[in-house]
């Protein structure tokens, strides 16, 4: 076992990983604004974590995942007036639509998916207590962060704030780095947000963006927890906010590791609505389609940008169809009694094996570096490929290079659920079934169609449909 190592964004370095609690992560991800349906870009922030955690469990820790919803925001709050609705009705659409591609994308529930709307009265707790202490302030109903009450606010972000003025406010939520001013915490009531208002002891207002992510994680995760994950964009200056209410407030430290994933960009250029490339999940294509996306996403390094094109989406869609194939090919040498006499199993795959799962392991212990793990998971593959087709795998060494390639898709998620379904039902055949479906399968791949017919006919006298699908041939009880 190696050590855990991670990227942490204000120490520009990576750090070796120890969760507050041992044996226990607690992390914490800020989640999508339902405004509109989620894009290719966003679910980025969202595989990265569901990556993380996954890998997190594989390494032996518990761990408790929190995301939040959105809402409340500008962009809401114009719609819902200008529809006339209300706040719940207006993003029920798009919180069906966020889980909906959640699961499309195989992306593992968080614990919990607090709303802002759902806790305005401790929002609203917060941001007295700052009052209180002297770190927020009231001006015509609304209240701000004072920023130079937080001696090292900037750091976080390595801005340099000399000679900038005190007590400049900014309204809006977003907003660069040469807008460094008070934020607001506490939004006044004006005619644009019409009926959308919460009663507070400053007036009726609604909460800044920012301070949402501070009440929740703390509430859900303690005053300081583990991990906070989010887009490189959130840096500046949502996730320095955080750190300044949070630590205002409780006089704590709020997050031991922060951890941004880089951005997905099309064609080489950002994604946004005003340049017409923001595409949702399911404008890619079919499910297999946006299984291929979680396998680009999830075999890139996480801090790297990820240019999305068609040729990076086709590449990723037959290094995927590879590795589906080869786990059916391997779940049928595994449960084939029929081999067991070719070797008593000592053709140094156990080493094998061992070697590979090291080197999974050592990649992600290094920052989660997915492609290396991906690399260590391949060696093995294309080993075993070679030993599939001469015939020579015993079932035992099937079976231990099964065990660590189910492992390791536990952690990357690269095995089609309808090949994962065959995998269960495989126990179903006969060996010589299984043999057969092998043997079509190597009929095939030599373009040799009159025996894979042969065999086809074979199979379907036994009450086997095989069909030829884009991952290769499947087959169920007919
Ligand atoms: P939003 O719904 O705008 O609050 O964004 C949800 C998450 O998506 C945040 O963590 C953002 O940092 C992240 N995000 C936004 N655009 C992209 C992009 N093009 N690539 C990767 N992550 C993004
Ligand atoms: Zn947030």
């Not at 991990?227 to 407030?249: C, K, M, R, Y």
């Not at 790297?304 to 068609?310: E, M």
């Not at 299984?434 to 079509?440: A, G, H």
Request: aromatic residues 10%; hydrophobic residues 35%; charged residues 25%.
């Amino acid at each position: 076992m190696t050590q855990i190592r991670v990227y942490d964004t204000p120490r520009r370095q990576k750090v070796d990983f120890e969760p507050l609690e041992p044996g226990k992560v607690r992390m914490y991800s800020c989640g999508p604004t339902v405004w509109d349906y989620a894009h290719i870009g966003n679910f980025r922030a969202f595989l990265f974590p569901d990556v993380l955690k996954r890998y997190l469990q594989y390494a032996g820790f518990e761990v408790e995942h929190v995301m939040n919803l959105t809402d409340v925001d500008d962009r809401i709050v114009n719609q819902v007036n200008e529809r006339g609705t209300d706040i719940d009705t207006y993003v029920q659409t798009y919180i069906d639509g966020f889980f909906d591609d959640l699961d499309r994308l195989g992306i593992q529930r968080a614990d919990r998916y607090p709303r802002a709307t759902e806790h305005v009265g401790e929002m609203v707790e917060l941001i007295e207590r700052l009052v209180e202490q002297g770190a927020a302030y009231e001006r015509g109903g609304s209240v701000y962060f004072a920023i130079q009450s937080f001696a090292s606010y900037g750091q976080f972000a390595h801005l340099d704030l000399t000679g900038m003025q005190d007590g400049v406010r900014i309204d809006s939520d977003k907003y660069d780095k040469e807008h460094v001013r008070d934020f607001v915490l506490w939004k006044a009531w004006t005619e644009a947000d019409g009926n959308v208002s919460w009663p507070s002891p400053f007036g009726r207002g609604r909460p800044g963006w920012h301070l949402e992510c501070s009440c929740m994680s703390m509430k859900y995760l303690g005053n300081t927890f583990d991990i906070h994950t989010g887009g490189v964009d959130l840096i500046f200056p949502h996730h320095q906010n955080e750190i300044a209410q949070s630590e205002a407030s409780t006089h704590q430290p709020f997050v031991r590791y922060w951890m941004h994933n880089e951005f997905v960009n099309i064609d080489g250029t950002g994604m946004s609505k005003s340049e017409g490339n923001n595409v949702r999940l399911q404008d890619i294509g079919d499910d297999e389609t946006i299984q291929s996306y979680r396998y680009l996403v999830v075999t890139s390094h996480y801090r790297t940008i990820l240019n999305f094109t068609d040729e990076a989406l086709n590449a990723a869609r037959s290094a995927r169809r590879r590795l589906n194939r080869f786990a059916e090919r391997l779940a049928a040498a595994a449960d084939d009694p029929g081999a067991v006499a070719a070797s008593d199993g000592t053709g140094g795959w156990s080493q094998r094996v061992q070697t590979a799962e090291r080197d999974f392991r050592i990649a992600l212990d290094d920052d989660l570096n997915t492609p290396r793990a991906m690399a260590a998971v391949f060696g093995l593959v294309g080993e075993a490929e070679k030993s599939l087709s001469a015939e020579d795998l015993v079932p035992v060494d099937a079976r231990a290079i099964l065990s660590f390639f189910e492992a390791a898709d536990g952690v990357l998620g690269f095995l089609a659920e309808r090949d994962a379904a065959n995998l269960e039902t495989s126990v179903e055949l006969t060996p010589e079934q299984r043999q057969r479906l092998d043997q079509r399968q190597a009929a095939r791949e030599q373009k040799d169609w009159a025996r894979s017919d042969e065999l086809r006919d074979q199979l379907a006298a036994e009450g086997i449909v095989v069909t030829d699908g884009p991952d290769g041939q499947q087959w169920s009880m007919g």
